[in-house]
């Protein structure tokens, strides 16, 4: 889960959340209170159940966070998982979207963060907020279904969605894969390291999602990705972690190998790329505290 900052000072786990699955923050300077899901597995969990039960607790905002990692090495990319990971992101998101729309005093606003793979991979064209998608592969179509689910009827509920790049962080996440063979000398570019990287540092994505609930006129899709990531490629992403860590970063993994390990159609996901330009989220007027890769790295790995 994002922890988000520090000023959000009081953190009370509910008691339907008894794995930690929903946070509710609260922040005593400003006496608001916001919901914060995430990791949730099923649609069976203990807190989608709970939440279909006795309805939304009292807060002023809610995000959602949940979803099932794709990426997962260890799970075989079979109809099984497939529903799971379909589970896990649109059915959790309709439960908390129709507990939002029946509530007695529903929250000011309501954030879903989903991911980039909205956009069609190409190593030439860019995406903004405003460009085309949803509709050519899996993974596409299930961002479109995630954030259909998260639509409220009215104006009651300010609604935002952010569609996250590759989330870069300390202690999880993409790099806590890659950090060992890197600092072993044996890192590298994925299959021909020319593939787009869009990727945001975790505190941005944090940022970027309590700008949303904070800022009033902030509606719609965000690209929640780094100014930098549309000039980034794996390659470079490779590089700079080595450097970074004073590493070399010259031994590729091979598309071959991704292929067997996570299947031809996860694989896409590591062996192409989008060119992603947060346009929206740099004019709502957020500022990013890691806009370039170099500075991101350093903050993650010293």
């Known amino acids: 889960m994002v922890r988000f900052p520090t000023r959000l000072q009081e953190v009370v786990t509910l008691k339907m959340a008894d794995n930690k699955q929903c946070e509710l923050f609260f922040d005593s300077f400003n006496r608001t209170s916001m919901l914060c899901v995430g990791n949730i597995k099923t649609k069976q969990s203990s807190f989608v159940d709970e939440l279909s039960r006795s309805g939304l607790p009292p807060c002023d905002a809610a995000v959602n966070l949940a979803g099932e990692n794709v ?60 460009s085309p998608g949803g509709d050519f592969d899996f993974f596409s179509r299930l961002v479109s279904a995630w954030e259909a689910a998260a639509k409220i009827p009215g104006d009651g509920t300010r609604q935002a969605v952010v569609r996250s790049g590759v989330v870069l962080g300390k202690g999880g996440g993409a790099i806590s894969q890659m950090l060992w063979p890197f600092r072993l000398g044996l890192g590298g570019p994925v299959g021909s390291g020319l593939q787009p990287f869009p990727w945001i540092h975790v505190r941005d994505v944090a940022g970027v999602v309590c700008h949303a609930l904070e800022t009033e006129g902030v509606r719609g899709v965000l690209n929640g990705v780094s100014p930098a990531s549309p000039g980034t490629s794996n390659a470079d992403f490779a590089r700079e972690l080595g450097s970074a860590l004073g590493r070399p970063a010259l031994l590729p993994l091979p598309g071959w190998a991704v292929r067997g390990v996570f299947g031809a159609e996860r694989a896409v996901m590591l062996l192409e790329g989008q060119r992603v330009v947060p346009k929206r989220t740099l004019e709502s007027g957020y500022c990013f505290v890691y806009p370039d890769l170099p500075s991101a790295l350093q903050d993650i790995v010293c």
């Open 71 to 130: 990426l997962n090495p260890l799970r075989r990319w079979d109809d099984a998982f497939r529903r799971v990971v379909v589970a896990s992101r649109v059915e959790t998101t309709k439960t908390l979207t129709k507990a939002i729309a029946e509530a007695e005093r529903p929250p000011r606003a309501w954030v879903l963060v989903t991911g980039v793979g909205y956009y069609r991979p190409s190593p030439t064209a860019e995406y903004t907020e405003e």
